[in-house]
């Protein structure tokens, strides 16, 4: 083994994707790899889906609450968590995962029983709006609250 000095190269530009991904988490205020930013994320989507599919194409549409609860997720991901006398952030966006996730499951409830997947932009509206039923449960999961406080 020599202890040659090896010239770094130019410095790869990172793709689209990635590039894509570093905006969105500028958006949702943080790292998507949190539980609180997976839940605003979802929220993202969400509200995507509900835009595409609902208002502009009137393909496949979601319940407005839930439109609403993802609106509620961006909203506070970018608040201040600091504020005294006040419901920690973490706390609401734990409950606003697993609203989001229990109005999803009455979602798909709603989807199956219906039979909404007859044409295929419904069914990619669908498929993404589960998805983000699935990425808020599963970020307010991994919300960790702090210990309540004992008198």
Do not use: C, Q
């Amino acid at each position: 083994m020599t202890d040659e000095m090896v010239e770094p190269g130019p410095k790869k530009e990172p793709d689209i994707g990635t590039r894509a991904l570093d905006a969105l988490t500028t958006t949702i205020g943080g790292s998507h790899k949190t539980g609180e930013g997976r839940v605003a994320l979802a929220g993202l989507v969400l509200l995507a889906v509900w835009l595409i599919f609902d208002v502009i194409i009137n393909n496949y549409g979601v319940d407005n609450t839930l439109a609403v609860l993802a609106a509620a997720a961006l909203i506070f991901r970018r608040m201040d968590s600091d504020k005294p006398g006040g419901i920690p952030r973490p706390a609401i966006m734990k409950m606003l995962g697993y609203a989001i996730a229990l109005f999803g499951v009455i979602e798909v409830i709603l989807d199956v029983r219906f039979a909404v997947y007859e044409e295929p932009a419904s069914l990619v509206g669908a498929l993404a709006g589960y998805a983000s039923f699935a990425l808020a449960f599963i970020g307010a999961r991994s919300i960790k609250l702090g210990d309540a406080p004992t008198e």
